[in-house]
């Protein structure tokens, strides 16, 4: 939990959403669009964050820090899927 706290939906659905919404696995045509979209995602779990007590800057910023793990995880788990589909 980050900074101790308990996530509620809203904050795990929009955290969940910045994992999987990532310009780097787009295709370069749609890049600027992800781009885009996972700005105002992004935007929008701070919102989130910043209106839910303790309204603390830090845990948004620890989520931030979380991305780049989360984001490999994902990855590794959409490799994993694609290759069960190719190779059953």
Do not use: C, Y
Request: hydrophobic residues 45%; glycine residues 2%; proline residues 7%.
């Amino acid at each position: 939990n980050p900074a101790g706290s308990m996530w509620k939906f809203p904050e795990m659905s929009l955290f969940t959403a910045v994992v999987l919404v990532s310009a780097d696995q787009s295709r370069k045509e749609n890049a600027t669009s992800v781009e885009a979209l996972q700005e105002m995602l992004i935007h929008a779990l701070r919102t989130l964050i910043m209106k839910t007590p303790p309204n603390d800057a830090s845990v948004f910023i620890e989520l931030l820090l979380k991305l780049p793990d989360h984001r490999s995880l994902n990855n590794l788990h959409s490799e994993e899927l694609l290759a069960f589909k190719l190779h059953p």
